[in-house]
C-alpha cells in the first residue's frame, strides 16, 4: 500500500449545497495531490504545479525578487520562498491578493488590487526596486459558463501580464 487513500469518499447530499459543490467537494477529498499537499504542510495542491515548472526551467533563483499575484491560499509562495532563500538574507517574496492570507515565513503579504493604479508603485516601493520574477495562478470565480469562464481568466492573465510589465527589471520572468 502506497499510503495514497483508496476508498472513494462520497459527499452527502444536504439541502443548500449545490450538485456542482457536491461534485466539487468529492473531487477535492479525493485527490491525492491534496492529500499529499496536506501531509507535506503546503498549502494547496497548486505547490506541486509550481515545482514541477521550476525543476524544469529554473525560474527561482537564489536571491530572486519574486511577486505572486492572486497568492492565496499560498502554495506558491510557499515554493517561492523555499526556492529563492527568502528570510535567509536571500530572495524576497511578496503575496499579493484580494483575500487576507495566513502569515508564511519568509513571504510578504500584501492584502491589494493589483488592478489599482497605485498597486505598482506601492510594490516597487516595497520590493526597493523592480521583481526579477512574477508568478499568477489565479482564476476568476466560475459561473458554470465555459466561454465566459474562459475570458474571465484570459482578462486577468492579461491585466498580471500588464502588471508585470510595469514591475519586472529587463529580461524578468512572467508566468501565468
Given at each position: 500500500?502506497?499510503?495514497?487513500?483508496?476508498?472513494?469518499?462520497?459527499?452527502?447530499?444536504?439541502?443548500?449545497?449545490?450538485?456542482?459543490?457536491?461534485?466539487?467537494?468529492?473531487?477535492q477529498l479525493n485527490d491525492p495531490y491534496v492529500a499529499r499537499a496536506k501531509?507535506?504542510?503546503?498549502?494547496?495542491?497548486?505547490?506541486?504545479?509550481l515545482t514541477e515548472i521550476d525543476d524544469k526551467h529554473r525560474l527561482l533563483k537564489p536571491g530572486a525578487k519574486v511577486v505572486d499575484l492572486g497568492a492565496a491560499p499560498g502554495?506558491?509562495?510557499?515554493v517561492a520562498a523555499k526556492r529563492v532563500r527568502a528570510g535567509a538574507g536571500g530572495g524576497r517574496v511578496v503575496a499579493i491578493d484580494l483575500l487576507?492570507?495566513?502569515?508564511?515565513?519568509?513571504?510578504?503579504c500584501?492584502?491589494?488590487?493589483f488592478l489599482d493604479p497605485d498597486a505598482p508603485e506601492r510594490l516597487k516601493a516595497l520590493l526597493g526596486g523592480l521583481a526579477d520574477v512574477v508568478l499568477t495562478d489565479m482564476a476568476a470565480n466560475a459561473t458554470g459558463h465555459r466561454a465566459t469562464d474562459h475570458l474571465k481568466i484570459m482578462g486577468l492573465a492579461e491585466a498580471a501580464a500588464e502588471f508585470a510589465r510595469e514591475v519586472l527589471k529587463p529580461g524578468g520572468v512572467f508566468l501565468a
Open positions: 500500500m502506497s499510503g495514497e487513500r483508496e476508498l472513494k469518499v462520497r459527499v452527502k447530499a444536504r439541502s443548500g449545497r449545490s450538485a456542482s459543490s457536491r461534485a466539487w467537494l468529492e473531487r501531509r507535506e504542510g503546503l498549502r494547496s495542491r497548486a505547490a506541486f504545479k502554495g506558491w509562495s510557499q487576507a492570507m495566513d502569515p508564511l515565513p519568509g513571504v510578504e500584501l492584502q491589494l488590487d
